[in-house]
Every structure is written in structure tokens, then in C-alpha cells.
T-cell receptor
């Protein structure tokens, strides 16, 4: 069966510190991968997506970046966090067998102080 | 461009009553439509989806939705609300541009009164 993991579940970081959030998918090969941010009262915003290793598309200019070092691993990073980066970060994937549906991970709650 | 409007950011119903969450979309091409549910501090769980074929789709937990092209709507219903249905619900429309992209509505928080 297919599963998606996100790590860590919660994170509290000071302004100006770096960030690395990890997402891994099991049970499918060559999935499309996505990063979303859910800020309080603002719905879900697509940040990045990837259709293959090393292929990253950015949807919103910001101080975040994404990388896909392995087929089923998606990393969200920042060199210097801002207060506005606080939110709930969700990773999602579409399996190659069913590309019309996205499945979401459990999320990471990031608080920047 | 695709867009989704969910009417009502908060909906409150009594346990056992009908649940109706409204979603209208705008799309320049035949849409794929989705409803997701989110419980507090959790990810999104797919409730149901419409891609092609039958316009009335059934999902998990007794929910169903009907695609009405003439009304550009995809409202979510459940005949009898249960306390466990309390959550936030998101409607989404998809756009395929190299990869599937979802455009979400702002969400509707459903409260169930005992």
C-alpha cells in the first residue's frame, strides 16, 4: 500500500534560522510531489511541485526552496525563516497509476518566533 | 483560470440533520472536482471526486456530491450528520499543466450540535 510521511510533525524556530522539512512516499514509483502551505484563515497555497528527480517548479516567489534528491523524497528548505513563514505545511503526491488525485501527508506545523 | 468558491466559511447543523456544503467553480475546460476533509492538525483526506461519467458521486463516511455543469456547482451533502463529521471541508478543482495542480476553496468549517 502507498503511504506518505512528513517529518517533523511540529517545529518551533527563531526568525533567521534555517529550515528543512522532509516528505517521503512509499509504495509507488516516480510520483508527482507537491508542497502546500496552509496559513491561518487563508486556505491552501501550492508552493512547489515536482514531476521527477531534480525537477522543481515554483508557484510563488518567496524565501523557500524545494529539492527532490531521490525519487520519493521531497525537501522544503529555507536559509533564513521569516515570521510570515509560520503555518501548516502539507506534502502531497499523485501516484503514476492514478494521476488525477492528490493524496496528502499528515503535515508539519511550523511556528516562527 | 480555475477558481473555487465555497459559500459559508462556517456551517453549523444539529446531529442527525442534513449537511449541505456549497461549492461553485470556474473552469475554462471540463473540470475534475474534489472534496477533502481536514480534522484538526491533520492532513487532508479525500472524501470523493468527480472526473468523468456519473454526475452523482458517492464518497466515504456517507457523503455524496453532484456535479451540475449548468450551475457550475459541486455541493457536498450527507443525509444525517454525525458528531464525528465536525471538521473543515475543502472543495478543489484541478488544472493539468505538466502536473496536476489543485485550486482550493477557502474551506468550510462544519460544526455539529448535539
Amino acid at each position: 500500500s502507498q503511504t506518505i510521511h512528513q517529518w517533523p510533525a511540529t517545529l518551533v524556530q527563531p526568525v533567521g534560522s534555517p529550515l528543512s522539512l522532509e516528505c517521503t512516499v512509499e509504495g509507488t514509483s516516480n510520483p508527482n510531489l507537491y508542497w502546500y502551505r496552509q496559513a491561518a484563515g487563508r486556505g491552501l497555497q501550492l508552493l512547489f511541485y515536482s514531476v521527477g528527480i531534480g525537477q522543481i517548479s515554483s508557484e510563488v516567489p518567496q524565501n523557500l526552496s524545494a529539492s527532490r534528491p531521490q525519487d520519493r523524497q521531497f525537501i522544503l528548505s529555507s536559509k533564513k525563516l521569516l515570521l510570515s513563514d509560520s503555518g501548516f505545511y502539507l506534502c502531497a503526491y499523485t501516484p503514476r497509476e492514478s494521476t488525477d488525485t492528490q493524496y496528502f501527508g499528515p503535515g508539519t506545523r511550523l511556528t516562527v518566533l | 483560470a480555475q477558481s473555487v468558491t465555497q459559500l459559508g466559511s462556517h456551517v453549523s447543523v444539529s446531529e442527525g440533520a442534513l449537511v449541505l456544503l456549497r461549492c461553485n467553480y470556474s473552469s475554462s475546460v471540463p473540470p475534475y472536482l474534489f472534496w477533502y476533509v481536514q480534522y484538526p492538525n491533520q492532513g487532508l483526506q479525500l472524501l470523493l471526486k468527480y472526473t468523468t461519467g456519473a454526475t452523482l458521486v458517492k464518497g466515504i463516511n456517507g457523503f455524496e456530491a453532484e456535479f451540475k455543469k449548468s450551475e457550475t456547482s459541486f455541493h457536498l451533502t450527507k443525509p444525517s450528520a454525525h458528531m464525528s463529521d465536525a471538521a473543515e471541508y475543502f472543495c478543489a478543482v484541478t488544472l493539468f499543466q505538466g502536473a496536476q495542480k489543485l485550486v482550493f476553496g477557502q474551506g468550510t468549517r462544519l460544526t455539529i450540535n448535539p
